[in-house]
């Protein structure tokens, strides 16, 4: 396969991993939204408590599409390992949208339903880069590749010098100098 044919290969393989990250992402988004909104109007939580609570409720949500539709063909050896990781990025990804949402509500004092809105999604905007980023990253890493790799461009080119460098040459034998005998 050419270079400029692996390249489409990756850029392919990458489009439909964001596509179904994508997709998850937006039953997340949806679940985050509705409980954020549901808890906002029917208690008496602060908006970035219940921005949280709404976010990990998505969280779990999110790993479920992401184990057994984004990432099913990834390794699911260290199951444990990966559910750690996936809860740590995620707080991480938490605290980057809840901070978004805290600045706007606190800073700025930006407090209306749409407002809190705007930002929450906002937020969520920039912690999903920050995700998607990670869990491809640490969380959910690639298995290795069963059949042999293609070889690159740089070891196409070293081919003809290992080949040389392999070829026996005729061994010379070097007489001993009747001389210094």
């Not at 988004?29 to 939580?45: K, Y």
């Not at 992401?66 to 991480?92: I, Q, V």
């Not at 298995?143 to 290992?162: F, Q």
Request: with cysteine; charged share 20%; hydrophobic share 45%.
């Amino acid at each position: 396969m050419s270079e400029r044919g692996a390249l489409r290969a990756r850029l392919d393989l990458l489009a439909r991993e964001v596509a179904k990250f994508g997709a998850v992402g937006l039953v997340g988004l949806l679940v985050n939204i509705a409980v954020f909104n549901l808890l906002r109007h029917t208690t008496d939580l602060q908006v970035v408590r219940a921005s949280v609570l709404a976010t990990f409720v998505a969280i779990l949500c999110n790993y479920v599409g992401f184990r057994y539709w984004t990432y099913r063909d990834r390794d699911k050896t260290g199951r444990t390992r990966e559910l750690t990781l996936f809860l740590l990025f995620s707080a991480a990804g938490a605290v980057i949208e809840n901070g978004v949402l805290y600045l706007a509500t606190y800073g700025f004092d930006w407090n209306s339903p749409v407002q809190s809105n705007v930002f929450k999604i906002l937020g969520i905007g920039i912690a999903t880069l920050f995700r998607f980023w990670s869990y491809r990253t640490w969380v959910f890493k690639a298995l290795p590749d069963a059949s042999p790799a293609e070889p690159s461009s740089a070891e196409e080119a070293a081919r003809p010098a290992e080949r040389f460098l392999e070829q026996r040459r005729p061994t010379e034998t070097v007489e001993p100098d009747p001389v210094r005998n």
